[in-house]
């Protein structure tokens, strides 16, 4: 894809979030990251400065404890956007990575010029909330969900949030996910499948 185009396909995803945004204010160049399948755009503990937008493909993000143990905390399949807001925003080095499970066409802008730039234009500044909101709402819900369900519900719920993702994710991954090891999730995925049997 030619970089017109990639920034064009954030100027869209921007724009549908709410409003109308004048980009001419935008001059900051924008970088391309092509991640193959098994890479990541950062690691853990790196710093990732920039705001970055997931073109094509599907991402992981993932934390690893102290004692090497993964735990993947969501999945973002394009496009969106996608990083460390925490990152971003006040320099501090991320607390997981973004691991590419299919290769990927990534962009990104230095959030720091991008922001000087854009944080006079209210259209901007309105979408990039309902984003935020989008988020805060979704940690919300994962959180809720850890506490109060079941295995088997929070892999429904798996399943409800990410209707096509199911057979493009290793059960590995999605077993980390939900809280529970590959082995209990396959005896839930035959349970719920003989119980539709019947």
């Given amino acids: 894809m030619e970089r017109a185009q990639l ?8 724009n549908d979030l709410g409003g109308e945004i004048d980009w001419r204010a ?9 991640t193959e399948k098994g890479q990541y755009l ?24 102290d004692q090497g143990k993964e735990f993947t905390q969501t ?8 990083g460390s807001t925490r990152a971003m925003v006040t320099g ?6 973004i691991q590419a499970l299919e290769d990927c066409v ?29 988020i805060f709402i979704a940690k919300e819900e994962r959180e809720s969900t850890f506490v109060k369900d079941s295995a088997e519900r929070r892999y429904l719920n798996f399943c409800q949030a990410y209707p096509t993702l199911k057979e493009r994710i290793s ?19 035959q349970q719920l499948k003989l119980s539709n049997q019947g």
């Fill in 92 to 97: 501090s080095p991320v607390l997981f990575g």
């Fill in 171 to 189: 059960q590995q991954y999605i077993a980390s996910y939900i809280g529970i090891t590959p082995v209990a999730l396959s005896r839930i995925r």
């Fill in 26 to 34: 935008l001059t900051t160049p924008l970088d391309v990251h092509v």
């Fill in 75 to 82: 999945f973002a399949q394009a496009p969106r956007i996608i």
């Fill in 42 to 65: 950062f690691q853990q503990g790196d710093s990732a400065k920039r705001l970055y937008f997931l073109h094509s493909g599907l991402v992981r993000y993932v934390s690893v404890s």
């Fill in 106 to 134: 990534i962009s990104s802008y230095d959030w720091a010029e991008f922001y000087q730039q854009m944080r006079h234009d209210n259209a901007f500044l309105e979408c990039y909330l309902h984003f935020l909101e989008s």
């Fill in 7 to 14: 920034a064009n396909n954030i100027f869209s995803y921007f």
